[in-house]
């Protein structure tokens, strides 16, 4: 039953590393030049995805607000001012980007930028891990043979 377990979750984890480079091909083929908040994928009214690259760092992005698309700025422009806006998050570390900008209104504004290396790496381990052990099991049958 393990055995199965395993076998059907390395399965779907190779499907979901599929995906990804899917996902990065088709993020690396955007033309530069497209404004990032006119083409995205709404999951909810709160929610939307998009893809994107500058050279080989293929990026997925989830942001809030479609209006104004994913936050990518710094926030300078806030500094100082006793009426502004509340910010949190940090800047592009090691291929994670996360900013959050809240208003005294209530509204907010928030970008979360994940380089594609990160899922694509993570997709890999179980297949890897179902390789290697199918590869052992095979030198201990090869080994029982002689």
Same mark, same amino acid.
């Given at each position: 039953?393990?055995?199965?377990?395993?076998?059907?979750? *390395? %399965?779907?984890?190779?499907? /979901?590393?599929?995906? &990804?480079? !899917?996902?990065?091909?088709?993020?690396? @083929?955007?033309?530069? #030049?497209?404004?990032?908040?006119?083409?995205?994928?709404?999951?909810?009214?709160?929610?939307?995805? *998009? %893809?994107?690259?500058?050279? /080989?760092?293929?990026? &997925?992005? !989830?942001?809030?607000?479609?209006?104004? @698309?994913?936050?990518? #700025?710094?926030?300078?422009?806030?500094?100082?001012?006793?009426?502004?806006?509340?910010?949190?998050?940090?800047?592009?570390?090691?291929?994670?980007?996360?900013?959050?900008?809240?208003?005294?209104?209530?509204?907010?504004?928030?970008?979360?930028?994940?380089?594609?290396?990160?899922?694509?790496?993570?997709?890999?381990?179980?297949?890897?891990?179902?390789?290697?052990?199918?590869?052992?099991?095979?030198?201990?049958?090869?080994?029982?043979?002689?």
């Amino acid at each position: 039953m393990v055995n199965r377990l395993f076998n059907l979750a *390395s %399965l779907l984890s190779a499907i /979901a590393f599929c995906v &990804v480079v !899917v996902a990065w091909v088709a993020a690396a @083929g955007i033309d530069p #030049g497209i404004d990032p908040r006119k083409q995205f994928l709404s999951v909810s009214p709160d929610f939307h995805v *998009s %893809l994107g690259a500058r050279g /080989a760092d293929a990026r &997925v992005k !989830v942001f809030n607000d479609s209006t104004y @698309g994913p936050y990518a #700025g710094s926030i300078v422009g806030f500094a100082g001012d006793p009426n502004g806006p509340t910010t949190s998050g940090f800047g592009d570390f090691a291929g994670v980007y996360y900013r959050m900008i809240r208003w005294p209104n209530g509204s907010s504004l928030w970008t979360l930028s994940l380089s594609l290396f990160y899922p694509l790496l993570a997709a890999s381990a179980l297949p890897i891990a179902w390789r290697v052990r199918r590869w052992r099991r095979s030198r201990k049958g090869f080994a029982l043979d002689r």
